[in-house]
């Protein structure tokens, strides 16, 4: 397991270290600033990141959203001195929280939980934010997902929230969750159309469960869809 410690104090960072090797991990990474670890992360691939939450310039919440972005599968477990930016940590996608000063044990039992939780595709989770805020979706949480330039912008029940990709990355990260390609601009999630109509070119006009939205497809789209699910 690679692992990328953070924390701008020296001797945490020391310490921190040395209960990783106690445990038996050798192969970690130290930074002491944002700046160091997200060329780190753009340098190297990691299964974990340790990261300090209260940090100069840049707060270790919005390094995590930062980190995830260039990596998107790196577990991360928050650490601080205070307990109040748990909730925060984990809409960020936090899969630990620990509170110093922590124990060896409670330290190891973080890790174990992070590798049984990794194991499984059913922990897969998109992480977008809006403005402030942080939002952690499972893939059926999300109504559609729309082309914004270089990233796109999900509809969940919260309304829209960006997440940093291109639509035709996502599209794969989706593939084997009900999600199909209606337009250049459009990803939808077909367990929650409430209803299909044909409108002019016969491209399709979408409408969903619980949210007043409206979406039409393309004509090459409504194709596909059609030729998708005929019998």
């Known amino acids: ?118 194991k499984s595709d059913k922990n897969f989770r998109l992480m977008s934010k809006n403005g402030e805020n942080y939002y952690l979706f499972k893939p059926e949480d999300i109504y559609y997902v729309k082309a914004d330039l270089s990233e796109v912008m999900l509809r969940s029940s919260k309304g829209f929230s960006y997440y940093a990709h291109k639509i035709s990355d996502l599209e794969k990260q989706l593939l084997g969750h009900d999600f199909v390609r209606i337009h250049r601009s459009y990803l939808i999630n077909i367990n929650k159309i409430k209803e299909m109509e044909t409108i002019e070119q016969s491209k399709l006009r979408f409408s969903f469960h619980d949210i007043s939205d409206q979406i039409e497809s393309s004509k090459d789209g409504a194709k596909a869809f059609r030729n998708t699910f005929s019998v």
């Open 1 to 118: 397991m690679k692992i990328l410690i953070v924390d701008d104090e020296a001797l945490a960072l020391a310490r921190l270290k040395r209960m990783l090797n106690t445990l038996g991990y050798e192969d970690i990474i130290e930074a002491d600033n944002a700046q160091s670890a997200l060329e780190a992360v753009k340098e190297t691939h990691f299964d974990l990141v340790l990261l300090d939450i209260n940090m100069p310039q840049t707060s270790g919440l919005e390094l995590g959203y930062e980190l995830r972005y260039h990596q998107e599968d790196i577990a991360i477990i928050f650490q601080t001195a205070y307990d109040e930016h748990a909730l925060k940590a984990f809409d960020i996608g936090a899969v630990g929280y620990l509170v110093k000063p922590f124990s060896m044990e409670q330290l190891q039992q973080t890790i174990e939980r992070v590798k049984l939780e990794t």
